[in-house]
């Protein structure tokens, strides 16, 4: 076979080269350079096709109907059901239960007489075998493969002619036009582009599992994003079986939806009830734990937070938390410290948001600092109260969006008494707000 003519481009500047070259000679930066198809003379001359134009009364309505999956936390992130021609990204740490959540999805398409096909590049069958036992995978419309060379899988699939495929996963597998290895920045572009193109043509849906590492962005999973219609991120502690799974992109839907699984010894279960889920083993009788409110698109879930303050044995205090930003942590103990008049520089501080869930709004401010401060006095905070409310840096507690939704998921929980912004307590008739101001009147109310 003739091998295609690459070269080398800058992502930088775009200066090309023939070989690979570490430091880019025309802007000087490092490991920019990317290998890439040179383009064909003729391709370059060609004048191209007629192409036809549209105004917008012309283009047929888009009345494509969705294929759901019957997974309802997974549809609802989708945005209720596949898209023929729809290529979504999977992204996740290495073990987090990409591959369980997909043959998952394939059982339930297979059931739904949709044809599955799973490219196992990482696997061989038999370890899909045993997958597949472990989950009671029962279908018989899933078509498995494993084999790396998408130019071969490809056109083998003519054979089947699938409607949903599984790349499990484009860090796996290679084009045979590109010398560069499986994984790299050109190989997964490449991949991405014949896959893309493939489900355009075909109708076909495919679903490719990308991984990412723990600093959070690899050079696979970004550089494909713009190129498909959906990017699904799986979020979760692998030591922990809570699992989120949250859409960044979505060209056919909201990306403003999660989610909830719980990874068991059968697989992914839905958790339907997030919050009972999540303070199912929380102690009602103990310093340090506290409820408060997340807000995630439609839906709004209690968390515990708990803090544990202890005197330091050593020079230097140490602080530690997990499942928010300890950035910010630092930020409300130094307000504590400043304006409520505590002093903590002689206590470690450790935080814990429970379930292994990572909260990124600000909303829990308050309830950090009523934990914080409700271990520090050794006090237990009424467990039927909930606290909401972001903190700022002068000690103002401010408004916190969806306090309605919030409100009325806590009052559905039982819970009896809310700490709430002033500026939204004045917006709500639910009685038993405690409206606060700043941070003083927080101390005081608890
Ligand atoms: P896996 O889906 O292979 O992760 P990924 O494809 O994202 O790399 O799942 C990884 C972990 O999940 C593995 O360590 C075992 C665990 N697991 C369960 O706890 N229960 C199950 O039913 C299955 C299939 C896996
Ligand atoms: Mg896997």
């Not at 091998?3 to 800058?10: A, E, H, I, L, R």
């Not at 549209?54 to 549809?75: A, G, H, M, S, V």
Request: net charge positive; aromatic share 8%; hydrophobic share 35%.
């Amino acid at each position: 076979m003739k091998k295609p003519k690459t070269q080398y481009v800058c992502q930088n500047c775009g200066y090309s080269s023939s070989k690979w070259l570490g430091q880019c000679p025309s802007c000087q930066e490092w490991n920019t350079f990317v290998e890439e198809k040179t383009a064909s003379k003729k391709g370059l001359n060609s004048q191209g096709s007629d192409i036809k134009f549209y105004q917008l009364e012309d283009i047929e309505k888009l009345k494509f109907q969705r294929i759901p999956t019957n997974i309802e936390e997974f549809d609802r992130v989708i945005g209720g059901g596949f898209v023929p021609s729809e290529v979504v990204l999977i992204a996740g740490e290495p073990g987090i239960g990409k591959s369980t959540m997909l043959l998952e999805i394939s059982n339930e398409l297979g059931k739904a007489n949709k044809k599955v096909v799973y490219i196992s590049a990482e696997e061989s069958l038999k370890q899909q075998k045993i997958r597949a036992e472990r989950l009671k995978i029962t279908s018989n419309n899933i078509y498995f493969i494993s084999e790396t060379c998408i130019e071969s899988i490809l056109s083998s699939l003519k054979k089947v002619k699938p409607d949903v495929l599984i790349f499990d996963s484009i860090q796996t597998l290679y084009s045979d036009g590109l010398q560069s290895s499986p994984g790299t920045v050109s190989q997964v572009r490449e991949i991405t582009y014949q896959i893309t193109n493939y489900s355009r043509l075909k109708g076909a849906i495919s679903l490719i599992v990308g991984h990412v590492t723990k600093e959070g962005v690899s050079a696979g999973p970004k550089t494909m994003e713009h190129m498909v219609d959906a990017v699904i991120y799986f979020e979760g502690d692998k030591y922990h079986q809570f699992r989120i799974i949250r859409p960044v992109k979505n060209r056919f839907g909201s990306t403003q939806e999660i989610g909830l699984f719980e990874m068991t010894e059968l697989g992914l279960k839905e958790i339907l009830n997030p919050s009972a889920y999540l303070l199912s083993e929380r102690p009602y009788d103990r310093p340090g734990s506290v409820i408060s409110v997340i807000s995630e698109g439609s839906r709004a879930i209690l968390v515990e937070i708990q803090a544990l303050v202890s005197d330091s044995k050593f020079g230097i205090p140490k602080r530690l938390t997990i499942g928010y930003d300890p950035q910010r942590v630092n930020m409300l103990i130094s307000v504590l410290e400043k304006i409520g008049g505590f002093f903590l520089g002689n206590e470690d501080i450790f935080i814990n948001v429970i379930g292994g869930i990572k909260v990124k709004e600000t909303a829990i401010d308050i309830a950090i600092i009523a934990a914080i401060l409700s271990s520090f006095k050794n006090k237990v905070i009424n467990p039927k109260a909930v606290l909401m409310g972001e903190v700022g840096l002068t000690g103002e507690i401010r408004s916190i969006s969806n306090a309605k939704l919030r409100l009325k998921q806590a009052e559905k929980l039982g819970f009896e008494t809310f700490f709430l912004p002033a500026s939204n307590a004045k917006e709500l008739k639910t009685k038993n707000i405690k409206s606060i101001k700043n941070i003083n009147d927080l101390i005081e109310g608890i």
